[in-house]
T-cell receptor, first 114, second 111 residues
Framework: DAMVIQNPRYQVTQFGKPVTLSCSQTLNHNVMYWYQQKSSQAPKLLFHYYDKDFNNEADTPDNFQSRRPNTSFCFLDIRSPGLGDAAMYLC?????????????FGPGTRLLVL | KQEVTQIPAALSVPEGENLVLNCSFTDSAIYNLQWFRQDPGKGLTSLLLIQSSQREQTSGRLNASLDKSSGRSTLYIAASQPGDSATYLCAVTLNDYKLSFGAGTTVTVRA
C-alpha cells in the first residue's frame, strides 16, 4: 500500500545533542510537510517542500532544519534539542497543485529530550 | 490569522449514543475543511473533506456539515462504538496548501 513512513517511531536524545528524524513516502507526492505536535495541542506546521522548494514558517526556530534529497525522502534535523522540543513530529504529504486536496500523514515520531 | 477552536476538549458518552463534535474558525476564506482522527501516540487519519462550496459530506456513520459564512463545522458520528474512542481534529485549508488545526476533541465511548 502507498503510504507515509516515519522512522524511528520513538527517539530519545540528550539535551543539545543533534537528532535527525526521517520521513519517506511511496505516494510520489510533490509536497512534504513537517508538523510539531505537543501534548493536547494542535499540530503546528514547521516547514514544507514543494518539490525542491523549501518553505519555512516565520515562527519556526532556527534550531530546526530540513532536507529533501529526492522526491521520496524528507528529513527533520534538530541541531541542539532543548527540553521544549519534546513532542510528536508528524510528516505529511500531498499531491500538490490544488488547494482542495487532502494531506496524508505518517504515524509520527515521538521525541523525548533528556 | 486564522484560529480554529474545538469545544469541548473532551467528551465521554455511553455506547450507542450519537456524537456531535464542533469546530469553529475565524476567517471564512477557506478552501476546504477536513476532519481527522488521531489515536493515542499515532498519526492523523483523514475522515472527511468538505470543499468550501459544499454543505456536507457523509461516510458511513460519519456526517460533517460546513457553514462557511458562520465559521462552523459539525461532525456527527451515529451510534457510537468503543472503537470510536480517539481524538478528532478539524483543520481548514488556507492558501499555499497549509492546514490550520484545532487542538481536538478527545472522545471516550464507554461500553
Amino acid at each position: 500500500d502507498a503510504m507515509v513512513i516515519q522512522n524511528p517511531r520513538y527517539q530519545v536524545t540528550q539535551f543539545g545533542k543533534p537528532v535527525t528524524l526521517s520521513c519517506s513516502q511511496t505516494l510520489n507526492h510533490n509536497v512534504m510537510y513537517w508538523y510539531q505536535q505537543k501534548s493536547s495541542q494542535a499540530p503546528k506546521l514547521l516547514f514544507h517542500y514543494y518539490d525542491k522548494d523549501f518553505n519555512n514558517e516565520a515562527d519556526t526556530p532556527d534550531n530546526f532544519q530540513s532536507r529533501r534529497p529526492n522526491t521520496s525522502f524528507c528529513f527533520l534535523d534538530i541541531r541542539s534539542p532543548g527540553l521544549g522540543d519534546a513532542a510528536m513530529y508528524l510528516c505529511a504529504t500531498s499531491r500538490g497543485g490544488q488547494k482542495t486536496e487532502t494531506q496524508y500523514f505518517g504515524p509520527g515520531t515521538r521525541l523525548l529530550v533528556l | 490569522k486564522q484560529e480554529v477552536t474545538q469545544i469541548p476538549a473532551a467528551l465521554s458518552v455511553p455506547e450507542g449514543e450519537n456524537l456531535v463534535l464542533n469546530c469553529s474558525f475565524t476567517d471564512s476564506a477557506i478552501y476546504n475543511l477536513q476532519w481527522f482522527r488521531q489515536d493515542p501516540g499515532k498519526g492523523l487519519t483523514s475522515l472527511l473533506l468538505i470543499q468550501s462550496s459544499q454543505r456536507e459530506q457523509t461516510s458511513g456513520r460519519l456526517n460533517a456539515s460546513l457553514d462557511k459564512s458562520s465559521g462552523r463545522s459539525t461532525l456527527y458520528i451515529a451510534a457510537s462504538q468503543p472503537g470510536d474512542s480517539a481524538t478528532y481534529l478539524c483543520a481548514v485549508t488556507l492558501n499555499d496548501y497549509k492546514l490550520s488545526f484545532g487542538a481536538g476533541t478527545t472522545v471516550t465511548v464507554r461500553a
